[in-house]
């Protein structure tokens, strides 16, 4: 019998896999069940083609959610262009159920999306540059062309899907609590605090590392936070810097 007591959905950000969060659901309650979405493309579909279509890419995200649904209350994570995923998820009714927690980590105002919605029509040169800037990449990559093209591709291709979205004032909000988690430095993260006004259920913020990808150097604090909130009895401690 399955000692489970709740699903945690990850979505990764441009570029990443079901590899993303591996250090971050090492650290997760046995309680919780962590499943990595998998985009088309990549590690266990890396037969499949990209998807680039906005609306295609958000559909296969659904689905491969739904397929792995168990009859357990669940909550979705997503992280940069995964915290897009998640909200549009949510608020459109596409996943089975009711989540039980939202937890949105490193992006900011949907309704000014910013500059990084063009980077994909940038030159190698300078997309690469912009995603550099943004902090997570490992220098043995940068250092290897051939390692550096296989890296980037998945990345361009994902930016091509967020270059679609359009936020689309519907007064839909998120009907659960929800945990922002954000760094004050990132570029992608301005506007955190907008957030408010799309959820409808209680909401916190946890300022968190130095660059967009504090998810590399901070995954014990984002387990700890979501052990926190996901599973009551293990406590209410403050984790990060909790506005």
Excluded at 144 to 158: G, H, N, T
Excluded at 210 to 224: G, P, S, T
Aim: contains cysteine; hydrophobic residues 35%.
């Amino acid at each position: 019998m399955s000692d489970k007591k709740i699903q945690l959905f990850l979505l990764p950000f441009a570029g990443g896999n079901s590899l993303s969060f591996h250090h971050l659901t090492e650290l997760l309650d046995d309680g919780i069940e962590a499943v990595c979405v998998e985009y088309a493309g990549r590690v266990s579909r890396r037969r499949e083609a990209y998807i680039t279509e906005y609306k295609k890419f958000l559909k296969d995200a659904a689905e491969y959610i739904n397929v792995r649904r168990r009859e357990l209350p669940f909550a979705v994570l997503g992280y940069s262009l995964g915290s897009v995923l998640a909200f549009e998820l949510i608020v459109k009714e596409m996943l089975e159920g009711k989540p039980e927690h939202c937890f949105l980590c490193a992006r900011g105002d949907l309704k000014n999306a910013g500059i990084s919605q063009r980077y994909h029509e940038l030159s190698d040169e300078e997309f690469t540059q912009r995603v550099v800037s943004l902090g997570g990449m490992d220098e043995r990559i940068l250092k290897d062309k051939r390692f550096l093209d296989i890296y980037m591709e998945p990345v361009r291709m994902d930016y091509k899907v967020w270059s679609q979205y359009r936020y689309i004032e519907s007064g839909c909000r998120i009907p659960c609590g929800t945990t922002v988690m954000y760094s004050p430095k990132d570029p992608l993260s301005a506007g955190a605090g907008e957030w408010r006004k799309l959820v409808g259920g209680s909401i916190d913020f946890y300022e968190l590392g130095k660059n967009h990808f504090f998810l590399n150097q901070h995954y014990k604090e984002m387990a700890d936070i979501i052990n926190s909130h996901l599973l009551k009895d293990t406590g209410s401690r403050s984790y990060g810097t909790k506005l």
